[in-house]
């Protein structure tokens, strides 16, 4: 039988400590939904008395089948576990598990907590006991267990026989610095195994050195069965070992499969790409494009002689599929791809051209311009369309937009307020009627441009009205405040089908209006209107 390997996700306490990254308490709870549905055995919250945000997200349990965790130090030295405030708000907390963290360096024990190695062991075992009394599952986080092992290898090892002989269900070993090598980790987890039960071990790995992952699949292999990460490797300087990329690799790659088990089944390892994107989105963070498994370009072919190769049998140039995780396959358009990239990727947008039709070389040459001016339709499918279809001529002329004006004007309201306020006009001819429109609002000059836009366009109103503007992103290249700049527009309507269009100028407006105007007009092409 396989070996059970359990899931810790830290993205909410360790991944917080990320530059740049703040989480309101409704990405909490949103992050912790999402992890107890893709199978996370258990999700660390944060700090519970350490501020107003995590103790209000400890009032209660935010999942309903991971194990809930709570993070504090162990007791401190001179005074009794049950006099310690920061064990009773871990007992307070509305968690089922209470982890405790605490220095099995020698060298941080003296210089850092400066007390005795004799009191660190002590406030271990007693914080342990006293959280396994209160009826919680208790682990320990062996804080800088590698560094702490090759300085003085007995008093690591006696840290972690503590907490497991005091009743901890993990002794978890962290490589704090980042600075440990695989080699290293399987052979000081096979060493510590003798101690500590590897069905009691965990791994918690820093990527200082770009090896957290790697380090993680070591101690596995070395006998460790929980695993300590974060998603898309979220974390304080390099960041935390990537859970995403070792759920991918635990479930993907043969050596580990066969051997360990995860509480993440083929559905949800399906939804693995969309978990680890939505929370870039949440976060404002551009997703990491070569990200294994989950990334845009994890499974894209530039190359014309690969494209070909891929074409003909994905495993040429694919170590997995991409759908086992929820990703595509991608033959990228671009002036370094040839006639295979573009009939492949014309076949996945749903339009059929042979290899051999003139049009081919018409539309690759224009695709070719669109790129020299700054276009990019890898992210823009619904404009890549729109390109295509109207190469093919087979887009309708639904409207002209005769002219727009758009004014941004910063003044004071009447309650004496200093807002900034956003109106628009658009003049729009559809068929033999002219149509002019306003809007004005304090969202925004192109929030404007959208709502006089879709205001009127005639006949066409009624297959219009459920369309929305979801996201919007600025891209600026080629300079300073004179540079071109690309705008991507995201899109859905009620029926839940969502779209991407660009629009590209020196003009920041300008290029938002080009990608609302292929939104607008690619919804009318689903649609099934005629001109």
């Avoid at 405790?100 to 941080?108: I, M, T």
């Avoid at 009191?119 to 208790?138: C, M, P």
């Avoid at 090896?211 to 101690?219: I, R, Y």
């Avoid at 109106?423 to 004005?440: F, P, R, T, Y």
């Amino acid at each position: 039988m396989s070996a059970r390997v359990h899931l810790f996700d830290t993205t909410l306490r360790d991944g917080a400590q990320t530059t740049g990254v703040d989480f309101s308490l409704d990405d909490k709870r949103a992050v912790a939904a999402m992890l107890d549905k893709l199978g996370i055995d258990y999700v660390e919250g944060g700090y519970p008395g350490a501020n107003p945000l995590d103790t209000a997200f400890f009032a209660e349990k935010p999942t309903s089948k991971a194990k809930f965790a709570a993070f504090g130090m162990t007791k401190r030295a001179g005074r009794s576990a049950a006099n310690d405030p920061g064990i009773a708000a871990l007992l307070e907390a509305k968690a089922d598990v209470i982890v405790f963290v605490a220095k099995s360096w020698d060298y941080h024990v003296h210089v850092a907590l400066e007390i005795s190695l004799e009191d660190n062991l002590e406030g271990i075992t007693d914080s342990v006991k006293a959280a396994k009394a209160a009826g919680r599952e208790v682990m320990l986080d062996c804080e800088h267990f590698f560094d702490g092992y090759k300085a003085n290898r007995d008093y690591a090892l006696a840290c972690a026989r503590a907490a497991y002989e005091a009743g901890a269900r993990w002794v978890v070993l962290c490589d704090t610095n980042g600075g440990t090598l695989p080699d290293e980790v399987g052979a000081i987890v096979a060493e510590v195994a003798r101690v500590v039960p590897g069905d009691h071990l965990g791994i918690h790995a820093h990527d200082d050195c770009g090896c957290a992952v790697a380090n993680s699949l070591a101690a596995v292999e070395a006998g460790a069965r929980q695993i300590q990460g974060t998603l898309n490797g979220l974390g304080e300087r390099c960041g935390n070992a990537n859970l995403v990329t070792l759920i991918g690799a635990l479930k993907l790659k043969d050596r580990y499969r066969e051997r360990f088990s995860i509480n993440v089944d083929e559905q949800q390892l399906g939804e693995l790409t969309h978990v680890s994107r939505t929370l870039d989105e949440m976060l404002n963070r551009a997703p990491n494009r070569h990200a294994p498994f989950v990334g845009s370009s994890a499974f894209a072919t530039k190359a014309g002689i690969h494209a070909s190769a891929v074409l003909k049998d994905p495993r040429t140039y694919e170590h997995v599929a991409p759908e086992a995780t929820g990703n595509i396959r991608k033959v990228l358009i671009s002036d370094q791809g040839g006639k295979s990239n573009l009939v492949a990727e014309l076949e996945r947008i749903g339009v059929t051209l042979g290899r051999d039709d003139p049009r081919l070389g018409r539309l690759l040459d224009e695709l070719k311009d669109k790129e020299a001016q700054g276009y990019a339709f890898e992210g823009a499918d619904a404009s890549f369309f729109l390109l295509a279809k109207r190469i093919l001529r087979e887009v309708p002329d639904y409207f002209t937009v005769e002219r727009f004006k758009v004014n941004v004007e910063r003044r004071y309201n009447a309650n004496g307020e200093l807002v900034t306020f956003s109106e628009a006009i658009v003049k729009v001819q559809v068929g033999d009627e002219l149509l002019i429109s306003a809007a004005e609002g304090a969202a925004g000059p192109v929030n404007a441009l959208d709502v006089a836009l879709r205001k009127d366009l005639g006949r066409y109103q009624s297959l219009i009205g459920g369309l929305r503007l979801v996201d919007y992103k600025v891209r600026i290249f080629q300079g300073g405040t004179d540079a071109v700049t690309r705008v991507l527009i995201e899109s859905a309507d009620e029926t839940g089908e969502r779209w991407t269009t660009v629009g590209v100028s020196a003009n920041i407006i300008d290029a938002s209006f080009q990608a609302l105007v292929d939104s607008i007009t690619y919804k009318l092409m689903r649609a099934g209107a005629t001109a």
